[in-house]
């Protein structure tokens, strides 16, 4: 019996490969002769890095980078064949990295984000990855861009620091200093967000929240965001605000397509094809997964979703663990999900789950595992 055990990371709990160790070790306990393949998974976010690194020779590099409110942090990247870098923005100026006490998403910026993609041009890339993705930010990607020798200007040519409380000041960027070395290089953006950058749909009013922005600096932000986008147009005689993906990452998305021309790419499908993961779940059982929330969202390009369209296309059954089933989940099951199951045994607090995730995990798996295979024994396989 062939299982793939394919999951994205628990959020605040567990990453990405523990995750398909806890599960595998559940599927042994079922099933102690099964082959079973580990490819943990990511969508452009946490973990992308190390997901493609689990299944592909890479070089890993750590460079020490600002984080989203200027402090120190060391990133991880990596080189694959020396030409293609890979960079997720999280580990530069994620969420997750600031205590809640300390964020503040007016001050907060990419211009660690710039820093790796200069460390990357040192490394003499010639093609960068860029995953977008659990970012603490809504600067459109000026402080990436700051990083990379644009300048913006206030009046009489105040040069303003990278950030919505200073960019409200906008009324000129300068190009001149940018990177030489950006035009030889092509750019990949990992996504699974199609927001555009303004409105009522975009990075400030869909994102901002989760990021601590209050109603009113909501509004603030979106302002922002639209006056930089008038100036950007009119320096660069393009408008990119309303493209699919320029409200990702706090509209970092917006500053990659604006200024380095990138192309947006489904994070999920990137991962799976370093993975080879069509080529395994081809001939597979079983394909087991999961990530901390299910709901309808999970259809709009996350991990979960292209997932199971790789395995609907082999008529593989998908099994799906998560910490929550929130709403509508099982839209997923038109998808090309099979069932899914909370990791959760009984009543317990957000907490409890998270600290206790890997033992949860082990035993919903085992459990699973023992229905799937009475479900074979019943048709006599």
């Given amino acids: 019996m062939k299982i793939i055990i394919a999951p994205d990371s628990f959020k605040e709990s567990l ?31 946490e973990g992308t890095v190390l997901a493609i690194a689990q299944s592909t020779r890479c070089r890993l590099i750590q460079s020490t980078v600002q984080n989203a409110m200027g402090q120190s942090v060391t990133a991880t990247w990596a080189m ?22 300390n964020r503040d998403v007016l001050c907060a910026n990419t211009f660690g984000v710039g820093q790796l993609i200069l460390e990357a041009l040192n490394q003499q890339a010639r093609h960068i990855i ?23 200007m206030g009046k009489n040519n105040t040069l303003l620091k990278p950030h919505p409380k200073e960019m409200v000041r906008l009324e000129k960027i300068d190009l001149s200093g940018m990177d030489q070395r950006l035009s030889q290089i092509s750019f990949t953006l990992a996504s699974d967000v199609n927001n555009p950058l303004c409105g009522p749909h975009g990075a400030a ?23 930089y986008a008038d100036i950007t147009a009119a320096t660069l005689g393009k408008d990119m605000r309303h493209e699919q993906g320029a409200g990702a990452a706090g509209g970092l998305g917006f500053a990659c397509l604006s200024f380095l021309k990138a192309q947006f790419r489904p994070g999920v499908e990137i991962v ?3 993975a080879g993961l069509a080529q395994l779940i081809e001939n597979a059982d079983l394909v087991i997964t999961g990530e901390g929330k299910l709901d309808e969202q999970t259809l709009q390009g996350k991990t979960l979703a292209g997932i199971a369209a790789l395995a609907q296309q082999h008529n593989v059954p998908v099994i799906a663990i998560a910490g929550t089933l929130g709403n509508n989940y099982q839209a997923l099951y038109n998808k090309g999900i099979t069932a899914a199951f909370s990791l959760c045994n009984g009543p317990m607090s957000l907490q409890e789950a998270m600290q206790n995730a890997s033992c949860l995990l082990q035993d919903r798996s085992r459990d699973i595992m023992q229905v799937f295979l009475a479900s074979l024994s019943d048709k006599g396989i």
């Fill in 272 to 274: 799976a094809e370093f």
């Fill in 80 to 101: 694959i064949n020396n030409e293609t870098a890979i960079i997720e923005m999280a580990s530069a100026a994620g969420l997750e990295q600031i205590q809640p006490q």
């Fill in 130 to 152: 860029l995953g977008l993705g659990g970012s603490a930010t809504n600067d459109g990607g000026a402080g990436m861009a700051a990083a990379l020798g644009i300048q913006f």
């Fill in 15 to 45: 990453p990405a490969h523990k995750v398909a160790s806890a599960i595998a070790k559940g599927v042994k306990q079922a099933t102690p002769n099964a082959k079973i393949h580990c490819v943990p998974m990511a969508d452009g976010g």
């Fill in 205 to 227: 009013a869909i994102f901002g929240p989760q990021k601590g922005a209050t109603p009113e600096q909501v509004l603030f932000l979106d302002q922002v965001m639209a006056n």
